[in-house]
């Protein structure tokens, strides 16, 4: 991808950095602990360019500070049955809520087969995937989605209306990772976008859409006139297919929760009012945990085992790319981009927290 300027740092220090940032932020312990190891893990298996990683620790320090995330929130069952909860996140933070959801999702198909939990008034959760994974460690099938800013505009149209609302499918196997389908409802972000614009590279011309909805492949026509701002649209996975999937992710996660929605979701950032979406399924509940695993294994083997194109390539299930590089960053380190490391070391100077980075 891009050559980029990186500094690497073991996981460990980043953590334990993140834990005392967070802390000062008004975490609790459990909460820096959670939110640490979602911005850290996200930091070990994706390009910096994608946004998810300690770079969320700028935005989670304004809302902290002003009021948009409230340490200590109180996880609200707002209504209950054995396979469903509507959940009230009350500007907890997102990371948090979400974990917190999927586990009663888990919960409740261990119990009854299914558990589906619906979030309103939270905030930004970091990796859809991440939380799907959470379902796949507990033996169920996860499928989580949030809303998030308007970014994509609906087919056809020049006007950002709905998000990149990302999905995260967790697939669990025996004795190996399992597949994790971690995707934006987008070709790619505005993150990377930046990147290119940054480096003089040429993007695809399926990235973006410009304000009168045509392609490019130079990141400048994305940009405002005073270069500080991102400006068209992101253009949905699958065109209007992407695009209808994004609807229907904003009805589960937004107007079925009673969190904003459309273009309002992420608008203040004092109340972003994010809505999510967890359901676990519980394969037990279908047939043996054994055949489960042997038929699941007999799918893996016909995929893997397909002809690949290129007759060096191979062939990879949905996580595979990611895990391959949090198992290399384990010996090489995390890389975390330089100009994020500046601004840490200034905001944790002015906090007063030590930064080893
Ligand atoms: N919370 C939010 O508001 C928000 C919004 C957008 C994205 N995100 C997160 O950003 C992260 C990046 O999302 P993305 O859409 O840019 O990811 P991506 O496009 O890089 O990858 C999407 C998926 O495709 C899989 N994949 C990639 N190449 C593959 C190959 N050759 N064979 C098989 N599978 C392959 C990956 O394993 C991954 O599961 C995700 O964690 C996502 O949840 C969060």
Same mark, same amino acid.
């Given at each position: 991808?891009?050559?980029?300027?990186?500094?690497?740092?073991?996981?460990?220090?980043?953590?334990?950095?993140?834990?005392?940032?967070?802390?000062?932020?008004?975490?609790?312990?459990?909460?820096?602990?959670? &939110?640490?190891?979602?911005?850290?893990?996200?930091?070990?298996?994706?390009?910096?360019?994608?946004?998810?990683?300690?770079?969320?620790?700028?935005?989670?320090?304004?809302?902290?500070?002003?009021?948009?995330?409230?340490?200590?929130?109180?996880?609200?069952?707002?209504?209950?049955? +054995?396979?469903?909860?509507?959940?009230?996140?009350?500007?907890?933070?997102?990371?948090?809520?979400?974990?917190?959801?999927?586990?009663?999702?888990?919960?409740?198909?261990?119990?009854?087969?299914?558990?589906?939990? &619906?979030?309103?008034?939270?905030?930004?959760?970091?990796?859809?995937?991440?939380?799907?994974?959470?379902?796949?460690?507990?033996?169920?099938?996860?499928?989580?989605?949030?809303?998030?800013?308007?970014?994509?505009?609906?087919?056809?149209?020049?006007?950002?209306?709905?998000?990149?609302?990302?999905?995260g499918i967790g697939i669990p196997r025996a004795d190996a990772p399992p597949i994790l389908l971690d995707m934006?409802?987008?070709?790619?972000?505005?993150?990377?976008?930046?990147?290119?614009?940054?480096?003089?590279?040429?993007? +695809?011309?399926?990235?973006?859409?410009?304000?009168?909805?045509?392609?490019?492949?130079?990141?400048?026509?994305?940009?405002?006139?005073?270069?500080?701002?991102?400006?068209?649209?992101?253009?949905?996975?699958?065109?209007?297919?992407?695009?209808?999937?994004?609807?229907?992710?904003?009805?589960?996660?937004?107007?079925?929760?009673?969190?904003?929605?459309?273009?309002?979701?992420?608008?203040?950032?004092?109340?972003?009012?994010?809505?999510?979406?967890?359901?676990?399924?519980? +394969?037990?509940?279908?047939?043996?945990?054994?055949?489960?695993?042997?038929?699941?294994?007999?799918?893996?083997?016909?995929?893997?085992?397909?002809?690949?194109?290129?007759?060096?390539?191979?062939?990879?299930?949905?996580?595979?790319?990611?895990?391959?590089?949090?198992?290399?960053?384990?010996?090489?380190?995390? +890389?975390?981009?330089?100009?994020?490391?500046?601004?840490?070391?200034?905001?944790?100077?002015?906090?007063?927290?030590?930064?080893?980075?």
């Amino acid at each position: 991808m891009f050559d980029i300027d990186v500094n690497y740092y073991p996981r460990e220090t980043l953590i334990e950095f993140a834990v005392a940032y967070l802390q000062r932020l008004g975490a609790s312990t459990e909460e820096a602990a959670i &939110v640490a190891d979602g911005i850290v893990t996200a930091a070990g298996r994706w390009h910096p360019g994608k946004g998810q990683g300690l770079e969320k620790l700028f935005r989670l320090t304004i809302q902290c500070e002003n009021g948009g995330i409230q340490p200590g929130a109180e996880f609200e069952v707002i209504n209950e049955t +054995p396979a469903i909860a509507h959940v009230d996140g009350h500007k907890g933070f997102g990371y948090v809520v979400a974990d917190k959801a999927m586990h009663l999702a888990i919960g409740k198909a261990q119990n009854v087969g299914v558990g589906c939990v &619906v979030v309103c008034h939270s905030n930004h959760f970091g990796q859809a995937g991440y939380h799907a994974e959470t379902a796949a460690k507990a033996g169920m099938i996860g499928l989580v989605m949030t809303n998030a800013a308007a970014e994509m505009a609906p087919w056809g149209a020049k006007k950002a209306v709905l998000g990149t609302n990302p999905w995260g499918i967790g697939i669990p196997r025996a004795d190996a990772p399992p597949i994790l389908l971690d995707m934006a409802l987008t070709t790619s972000g505005r993150g990377m976008v930046m990147w290119a614009h940054r480096e003089g590279q040429a993007i +695809p011309d399926n990235w973006m859409l410009t304000t009168e909805g045509r392609r490019s492949t130079n990141p400048a026509d994305f940009f405002s006139a005073d270069e500080n701002a991102i400006v068209g649209t992101q253009y949905p996975i699958g065109e209007f297919k992407g695009y209808g999937l994004s609807l229907f992710t904003d009805v589960v996660t937004g107007v079925m929760s009673g969190a904003l929605f459309g273009m309002s979701c992420f608008t203040d950032i004092t109340n972003h009012d994010v809505g999510h979406f967890f359901l676990a399924i519980n +394969p037990d509940m279908f047939m043996g945990r054994d055949q489960f695993n042997t038929r699941l294994a007999q799918l893996i083997a016909e995929i893997k085992q397909a002809e690949p194109i290129d007759p060096d390539g191979e062939i990879y299930l949905p996580g595979e790319l990611e895990f391959r590089t949090q198992a290399e960053r384990r010996t090489t380190g995390i +890389p975390i981009d330089s100009a994020t490391v500046d601004k840490l070391r200034v905001l944790a100077a002015e906090r007063n927290v030590d930064c080893p980075l």
